[in-house]
């Protein structure tokens, strides 16, 4: 398979939560195009199945190809943890998720082996930093512990909140009782509030941003594979957004969270895919 | 049709909001049976399309059909509001909404003609209410405010909370100003944190729980149709609880909420129907 070098990078969630992952690659991999799909119809994914998830995941695998990417990163644990393994056997280009790079940082970041991972009721109950985290290292301790009001909080757009901060205090009382020195954002919406967060559990606690991470998992992986953008940007605005429904509401929290002005979104029926 | 008296009563919802219905009815009309049925897997229904709703519902009444019940209640704002005139031209037995009744009730508990109605975006950005409200009386003012936190934190469980206080204070502070003496709660979950929405909009302000109303109407066309239940109760426990997903966390959250001890929740692929 032949792939283009100047082709984008197609980015996908269940919804709004991994335009943080599309910011960190736009920040660290700025010649870089994107194609971003938000699954704003189907959200939340962390209440479903594993084959829902991994059947979605496939119709946006194929959606993303229609648009001629050459490399996809999934933006959201749920999907990462369910389908990663399964449509990379399955798709002929690069696969990336969210979870690996996350784990690799805290493991190594860590100083007396206890990780805190923070995330959607799904996502911690599934145990997939755990997983990930005691395969690189099975002296590690984990603690994990659900955050369900963060997304909607983050929703909602009160970031820098004291209603927020109550919650934070509340949700975050017993991974402070753990004595962890390190804790994993295990979900996309909780970038928005890491300040918050780490104020919350103070400064000797480290947090690692998956986003971040995988932003910069995926330039190693572009210049390993020697498939870094090379052309010159052609476009004055090199992203494009779809999503499954409600387009505008869409367009307005990218427009609160990217350092760019989002003018449309798409939305597209991803059932035919 | 021929329809057995001593039939359950169907009750569905997008996933444990309704329960709040199913409680008055339990409360208001102790001999009849239900059937509910929370469609926890594709929740939430606020964010999907018309058509989409109207197809849910299709099967979900396809299987309380198959549960042989003799009426049905859709608990669910959205559905109500999307799909009520459409089923009951394709199916043959009584369906009640949710939001009629309460609109009825509002109508005419007001005295300075100002309504309040607070509900999740899908259902205040629809202004089903107004369109209802205003059907019965043109002169009327409606007033909408979305709480899109107030289903999260009822999920939590953060029901007499200080942090739910203090959110609802930051929502409703829009509506104080309006001059409202009624007010709508028109999303299921909203009866369960009705002592604090209470409390914020003072008790000049009468509260309309649609929950409440519905059972009410539900008993009137019962017995209009002749078909209210007169068997003796045979069953020891006659209400029986079905889902979609995560039956687990559902019969937990029941628990919580009704005066019964629901041992089991049966889970089935809603989809076949």
């Excluded at 992952?21 to 938000?38: T, W």
């Excluded at 009782?177 to 909780?190: Q, V």
């Excluded at 991470?213 to 010159?232: H, P, V």
Aim: proline share 4%; aromatic share 8%; with cysteine.
């Amino acid at each position: 398979m032949r792939i283009d070098k100047n082709a984008p990078i197609g980015v996908f969630d269940s919804g709004i939560g991994g335009l943080t992952v599309a910011r960190e690659i736009m920040r660290n991999l700025p010649s870089e195009k994107i194609v971003y799909f938000g699954d704003t119809a189907r959200v939340p994914y962390g209440s479903k199945s594993r084959d829902t998830i991994i059947r979605y995941s496939r119709q946006i695998i194929r959606f993303l190809l229609s648009q001629e990417v050459k490399a996809i990163v999934i933006a959201c644990n749920t999907a990462s943890s369910f389908a990663l393994d399964t449509v990379r056997k399955e798709f002929d280009l690069p696969i990336l998720g969210v979870i690996d790079a996350g784990a690799i940082v805290a493991a190594s970041a860590t100083h007396n082996q206890r990780i805190g991972v923070i995330g959607t009721e799904g996502t911690i109950s599934s145990r997939i930093h755990e997983r990930f985290l005691k395969q690189l290292d099975p002296g590690l301790q984990v603690f994990g512990k659900a955050c369900p009001l963060f997304c909607p909080l983050v929703e909602e757009g009160w970031l820098h909140d004291e209603i927020t901060t109550h919650v934070a205090e509340r949700y975050l009382s017993e991974l402070k009782g753990k004595e962890i020195d390190t804790l994993i954002l295990g979900c996309t919406h909780y970038p928005l509030i890491r300040s918050t967060i780490g104020a919350v559990m103070g400064e000797k606690v480290t947090l690692v941003n998956p986003a971040y991470e995988t932003a910069l998992e995926l330039r190693d992986m572009l210049n390993k594979m020697n498939l870094t953008c090379e052309g010159e940007m052609q476009e004055d605005f090199p992203y494009r957004f779809f999503v499954s429904d409600l387009a505008e509401k869409f367009t307005e929290f990218a427009n609160s969270i990217l350092p760019y002005d989002v003018s449309v979104t798409q939305k597209i029926d991803i059932e035919k895919f």
